[in-house]
């Protein structure tokens, strides 16, 4: 079945829809004859920015080739439901398991769907989409947090990561939504990601700390987990530590280092929570690191403004400014797919012996 999107619009003053045009067919450039989309030629594949290069490629109308990116993840995926970290060509060069990597096929599947309506073919990833979360989902520690990763000889990690949970969070929702559209049985996964999410919102401590890391600082609003009054706490206490004024958003706190990547999902985030205004300002920093042939810097080093790492382009960063650019201008119909509006998701649960579980339990008793 043949399946067409209409090409993005551009967003005023900051870049054109034939600039957009250009990124998604430098972007398309990119994929292998197999369907994996490296972070740039010759380097390795790792499939959560696979899954969101196929994401930019969805809306931008290269529908074949992110049909592609999918099929080439499907036929990867290991017995337990889970991918290796890194593939270059038919080698593993890491063969970690990530648990926020094995959950984004789901983000993947629905954006495709959203934007496409294609039912047939998400349909035949569903099986891949439902292995990849009872994976995910197998590896919860006591308290509704994830595991972050197995190594290589397949020891787990004793702990959970923030930017990854949060990702796992909104990952499960895309998930719950998308079974229901095709009428499966997904109702093991609702309280998972409702106490996933709790945690998220409530409970920092729960994870490891790298709150030098901007994405530990917008992703929980991204998710979707982070919303409201609370939301807008988040970005504000964080803003001046994670945010380089007239440049972009570091990716770490403690260096002058500016992504194209963490700015352009910042923008998305803050459209999420509301403030299109804002979004559009930070979105416009990203045309700082865009070349003549669609590409972007990965990164920028403040105050000579050079390029790190050195004159390095990658997949993902133009495909996150593919999508920042879709969620800006509403052109999909997977655009709102971060809209803390627009994603049903199941009612936040505090997790056995929560604090709150027990605060809420004995108001209740004595009302």
């Known amino acids: ?127 891949h989409v439902r292995a ?23 020891r787990a990690e004793g702990y959970a990561l923030l930017t990854g949970s949060s990702s796992i969070y909104h990952a499960a929702c895309c998930a719950l939504a998308l079974g229901e559209r095709l009428g499966e049985d997904v109702e093991r996964w609702r309280d998972p990601t409702a106490v996933l999410g709790h945690c998220v ?29 609370d939301a807008e706490r988040r970005v504000d206490e964080g803003w001046e530590r994670h945010v380089m004024e007239g440049l972009g958003v570091r990716c770490v706190s403690t260096s002058d280092w500016v992504t194209a990547a963490e700015t352009a999902e910042c923008a998305i985030a803050l459209d999420a929570m509301g403030r299109p205004s804002l979004a559009l300002d930070v979105f416009a920093l990203t045309t700082r690191h865009r070349r003549d042939d669609g590409a972007y810097w990965t990164g920028l080093a403040y105050p000579q403004s050079r390029t790190f790492p050195d004159a390095e382009v990658t997949s993902y960063t133009a495909a996150a400014v593919i999508l920042a650019a879709d969620a800006l201008t509403s052109s999909s119909g997977a655009s709102d797919l971060f809209r803390h509006a627009a994603l049903a998701r199941p009612p936040e649960r505090p997790e056995a012996g929560c604090p709150q579980r027990e605060s809420r339990r004995a108001s209740l008793e004595h009302s």
């Open 1 to 127: 079945m043949s399946v067409e999107t209409a090409a993005l619009a551009g967003v005023e003053g900051v870049i054109t829809a034939e600039q957009i045009a250009a990124s998604a067919s430098w972007l398309a450039g990119l994929q292998s004859r197999d369907g994996a989309i490296p972070w740039f030629t010759g380097a390795h594949c790792d499939p959560w920015n696979h899954v969101e290069s196929a994401m930019a490629l969805t809306v931008t109308g290269h529908v074949d080739a992110a049909r592609a990116a999918y099929q080439w993840l499907a036929q990867r995926q290991l017995v337990n439901g889970a991918w290796f970290n890194y593939y270059r060509g038919r080698d593993v060069v890491d063969a970690r398991l990530d648990t926020n990597v094995v959950a984004y096929v789901a983000t993947g599947a629905y954006h495709y769907l959203l934007a496409t309506g294609d039912v047939d073919f998400v349909a035949r990833l569903w099986p």
């Open 132 to 154: 990849a979360i009872d994976f995910v989902f197998s590896w919860r520690l006591s308290d509704g947090t994830v595991r972050w990763s197995l190594d290589g000889a397949g």
């Open 201 to 229: 919102a409530r409970h920092p401590g729960a994870f490891a700390p790298k709150n030098e890391f901007a994405m530990d600082w917008y992703y929980p609003v991204l998710s979707g987990a982070v919303t409201g009054p």
